[in-house]
């Protein structure tokens, strides 16, 4: 797969190729570090990742990125860089995924027009805002109760994929306490791209796990 370089590149693989979307946090790589963790992601054929950095300082979080884009561009995966559009545009990312006290999604496409720009929502109302602000991506959560990640409105069961994918018209993901378990009835439920933290980053064989889960698809 040839590195992606626009926004139409970049979009046509998130839209046909992603399915499992990996979520990599320090925190919850089991000790290691989250380039080994990203590097394992791409021997198991993993086509996206996230690199989600909540407690590093703006240069920690630059020179983490740099690294994780020439990795990226070794097993051609998508480099999506959590909340800072600004990090994520100096290290070269292939996107941005914002959360909804991120930088509002319309400026972001205005920013960076060549940018996958993911927006996180919990509700109809933000899911429609989102697609309104021509979000490239939203993602639905939490699914399940998480413990990555502090939300308030709990979380929100396969009653959400009943409800907001009706109201939106463009991509989506699913993430929250998702386990291999859940990948069958979340693909039945219409769930085609699944985002999952430490399913993956704390599995002893990472490019192992990642082979099996994308078997699931």
Request: aromatic share 6%; charged share 25%.
């Amino acid at each position: 797969m040839k590195k992606p370089i626009s926004y139409i590149d970049r979009m046509e693989i998130f839209e046909h190729c992603v399915t499992l979307y990996p979520v990599v946090s320090s925190e919850f790589c089991a000790g290691r570090s989250a380039l080994e963790v990203i590097r394992q992601l791409g021997e198991g054929g993993a086509v996206i990742f996230q690199l989600r950095e909540k407690h590093l300082s703006d240069r920690e979080l630059y020179t983490l990125g740099c690294e994780a884009r020439k990795i990226a561009d070794e097993y051609s995966m998508l480099f999506m860089l959590d909340d800072r559009l600004d990090v994520a545009m100096a290290c070269n990312a292939d996107g941005v995924h914002l959360g909804q006290d991120d930088l509002p999604v319309e400026a972001a496409r205005k920013i960076a027009p060549e940018m996958i720009v993911g927006v996180s929502t919990h509700n109809i109302p933000e899911a429609q805002a989102a697609c309104r602000g021509k979000c490239s991506y939203l993602n639905i959560g939490p699914i399940y109760p998480t413990n990555t990640k502090s939300v308030a409105c709990g979380a929100l069961g396969l009653e959400a994929l009943k409800t907001i994918p009706q109201v939106i018209d463009c991509p989506f993901t699913v993430m929250g306490g998702i386990k291999a378990k859940h990948i069958p009835e979340l693909t039945s439920a219409g769930a085609q791209r699944i985002a999952m933290v430490t399913e993956i980053t704390q599995a002893e064989d990472i490019a192992g796990k990642v082979r099996e889960l994308l078997k699931l698809f």
